[in-house]
């Protein structure tokens, strides 16, 4: 305990001490003034001694006298300054007085115990709250002075103080004294380095607290009891004397006697003798500082017989002392009558598992020599499926490798035929044109479908996702399919859109041209629709037809590979049953869904489902090819064409020179360069072949020719190759690029394009 004492009043403020100092200097200077007034009066009047004239003498007696008058107004006014400072002192000890008794009677009303320290830590003043605790004990209350160290040795000492607890969280120390109170320390420095010491009286808040703790273990030991009454297991704890402190009520049904409770009795006298005996080695162990666990068989005093599993906990205090164990007892009667049920099925089954082991073994044997059979013709099963599939997979390979040799003379036969479709003929002759052309169609049409399935399987062709506006793929889809579907006296409504998908739009515009192509197939009358429809972050692109419909049960099997489904009555097709094969794989590829859903004698809809996307900035070169008014301005204009087969060349020339074209063809850039100048010859555009002899190709045979030429001249590619990574590095040149079989229409809207933009330079 710090800081118990009493002590004087406190001293003087240092104002006080300054009206004093100044008192002092008015007195003394007073008392000077005095001194030179009495030593003037005595100069004038012991001036007889030299008897001056008597005029000389009256003006010498008037001046000292106006001198004394003026010495004396000073001091007059000295004394009345002096007699205002005195009033002031009074009224300032007057009022340093009553401050003092305030802050005395402030100490006083303090409820808590109040010491005072100097900056040296000597007691100066207490109060008598504090002067109490002292004088309750019996003890002097230390006087002013003292250190505080002294206060607190003799606080401890005479036995004032019974307890001290400090925490280092608390804000400050808790002491119980001797007469039974409880107090709390708390310091506060002063500004001039001293220190004030209060005693709080925290007594009562230590009873609730007190009351509060006891009232919580009161609360849990009422909860242990319930639930350690209400666990099915014995609970007990025994003491170091071995008697029984505390069990729950199955402890005390099972051990207890008639009216009379287990609590309080030692072991041997709640427990037979002999049975004592036997728990006598693992109750020594438990005190011994080791829990143990074991089972015994034993009868309750009802002569109940019961098999229990025992478990002994030893309880030790702060000093590693045993000062007891806690007992847990838990039934395992049903468990062991279980165990051994058990054990004697085991043995029966042991029995019955050799009975049976013995007629397994002959099923075994012929169920090895079954396996081994069967194993034997899995593996033929196996080899003959790796031939098939290898002879699809090379069959797929060859398709898609030589589809360019294979469209060869088809392009070449259809520039041939559009070349003398612009030719005057005879009706007759014209018919027949016209059929071979139409017959060139669908020889297109069924070789592209078979080329195009093998290189969706070869996996040669790869989508080019990028987003786009669909107004264009649409408006040239539906104008494309509005006059087939008039030739089959069917109306094509089409619903423009010119939202932007991310998709490709070429593989796109192939499930379109499929929906559309096998919608005009089996619509024998009425109408078909092309449309969009939005859906939250993707459209559905469709095509409606009032066709006869599709079955229920045939809606999957329709995109299943040469696979039709044609209605009864219906004319037999030209199809090969690939076109929704060709859709459904094309789907895949692309992450575009795609559904059908149909009403037999109403109609079907067949839908593909896209994302939406977000257009980029566009590039200055242009490698889609778009349909554009065609126009028969293109005469005179000079185009050189590349191609190693002479019967394209020649179909070419044929097909251009009759749009007015002139034309120069070669099979290599040494045959062109035998037949024009190539550096300084005119030329509006060269159109050569990808796929050139000798291993040579259109790309750098152009470059070669251009690298020639002061002005490089504009370039259309002409491939059989669907291939993005050729796509992209023909786009990354800024050449244009068409795919084969070419289309006269198409090549003359693309050469119009050309010669347009020309022609605007110039």
């Known amino acids: 305990m710090a800081s118990l004492s009493s002590a ?20 003394a200077e007073n008392r000077r003034l005095r001194e030179i007034r009495d030593a003037l009066i005595v100069r004038v009047e012991s001036g007889s001694a030299h008897k001056p004239e008597p005029y000389a003498a009256f003006e010498h007696s008037v001046i000292l006298a106006e001198q004394v008058r003026e010495r004396t107004e000073a001091l007059n006014l000295t004394m009345e300054e002096l007699k205002a400072s005195n009033k002031a002192l009074m009224r300032a000890r007057e009022e340093a007085e009553t401050s003092r008794q305030r802050l005395n009677d402030a100490i006083e009303s303090i409820a808590d115990g109040f010491v005072l320290f100097d900056h040296n830590h000597c007691l100066i003043q207490t109060n008598s709250r504090f ?19 002294e206060v607190k040795s003799k606080a401890l000492t005479s036995g004032l103080v019974v307890e001290e607890h400090s925490h280092e969280d608390a804000e400050g120390t808790v002491f119980l004294l001797s007469n039974g109170r409880w107090v709390q320390m708390t310091e506060r420095p002063t500004r001039e380095g001293g220190l004030v010491v209060l005693y709080s009286d925290i007594t009562d808040v230590k009873n609730s607290e007190m009351a509060r703790r006891i009232k919580a273990l009161e609360e849990s030991e009422r909860w242990i009891r319930v639930v350690t009454d209400h666990v099915p297991a014995l609970i007990a704890y025994v003491g170091a004397d071995l008697t029984v402190q505390f069990c729950n009520k199955v402890y005390q049904a099972w051990y207890g006697q008639p009216g009379q409770s287990p ?9 037979e003798p002999e049975f004592y005996q036997r728990l006598l080695p693992q109750i020594l162990e438990v005190m011994d500082g080791h829990s143990v666990t074991f089972e015994f068989d034993e009868t309750g005093v009802r002569g109940e017989q019961r098999y229990m599993l025992r478990s002994y906990v030893p309880n030790v205090d702060e000093n590693g002392e045993v000062v007891g164990f806690f007992v847990l007892i838990r039934d395992i009667t049903d468990r062991r009558k279980t165990a051994l049920a ?3 099925a085991y043995d029966n089954l042991e029995k019955r598992v050799r009975e049976r082991t013995a007629a397994l073994t002959g099923l075994n044997a012929q169920l090895r020599q079954e396996i081994s059979e069967r194993a034997a013709v899995e593996a033929r099963l196996r080899e003959a499926k790796l031939e098939a599939e290898r002879a699809n997979l090379s069959k797929t390979k060859f398709l898609a490798a030589v589809s360019h040799d294979l ?39 069924l070789l592209g479908t078979l080329v195009d399935i093998s290189k969706l399987d070869a996996g040669v062709i790869k989508p080019d996702v990028t987003a786009f506006d669909l107004r264009d793929l649409l408006n040239n889809i539906a104008r494309e399919f509005r006059q087939m579907a008039l030739a089959e006296g069917l109306r094509l409504d089409f619903v423009p859109s010119s939202a932007v998908v991310q998709s490709d739009s070429q593989l796109l515009a192939r499930i379109l041209r499929n929906f559309l192509t096998n919608a005009i197939r089996y619509t024998g009358q009425g109408r078909i629709l092309l449309g969009v429809r939005r859906r939250h972050d993707h459209l559905l692109l469709q095509v409606w037809d009032t066709g006869p419909g599709i079955p229920e049960d045939k809606l999957t099997e329709i995109f299943q590979e040469f696979k039709r489904i044609r209605p009864s009555g219906s004319q037999a097709d030209k199809g090969l049953g690939l076109g929704l094969a060709i859709v459904d794989k094309i789907s895949r590829m692309l992450g575009h869904e795609v559904s059908v859903a149909s009403t037999e004698g109403k109609g079907s809809v067949f839908s593909v489902r896209v994302p939406l996307g977000q257009l980029q900035p566009s590039s200055a070169a242009t490698t889609d090819i778009q349909k554009v008014e065609v126009d028969h301005g293109m005469s005179g204009a000079r185009v050189w064409v590349i191609d190693n087969d002479l019967a394209i060349c020649e179909g070419m020339k044929t097909l251009l020179e009759g749009w007015d074209c002139r034309v120069v063809t070669a099979v290599s850039v040494p045959d062109l360069d035998a037949k024009v100048d190539i550096a300084s010859a005119p030329v509006d555009l060269i159109l050569a072949d990808y796929h050139l002899d000798n291993d040579e190709n259109g790309v750098d045979a152009v470059a070669q020719i251009n690298s020639r030429r002061s002005q490089p001249a504009p370039v259309l590619m002409i491939t059989a190759n669907y291939t993005n990574e050729l796509k992209q590095h023909i786009r990354e040149l800024g050449y244009l690029l068409m795919n084969k079989p070419v289309k006269p229409l198409k090549l003359r809207s693309v050469l119009y394009h050309v010669f347009s933009k020309l022609q605007n330079q110039v």
Do not use: C
């Open 263 to 271: 609590l309080g009795m030692r072991l041997d006298e709640v427990h």
């Open 342 to 344: 058990l054990e004697q």
């Open 131 to 149: 002067r109490s605790y002292w004088r309750h004990a019996g003890v002097p209350v230390p006087g002013a002075g003292t250190p505080i160290d």
């Open 407 to 445: 469209l060869q003379p088809l392009n070449a036969a259809r520039l041939f035929t559009s070349a003398l479709q612009e030719q005057s003929f005879g009706p007759r002759a014209e018919g027949l044109v016209r059929s071979v052309s139409t017959s060139l169609d669908d020889v297109e049409n």
């Open 8 to 27: 004087p009043d406190l001293p003087e403020s240092s104002g006080e001490s300054a009206k004093d100092q100044r008192i002092a200097e008015l007195e």
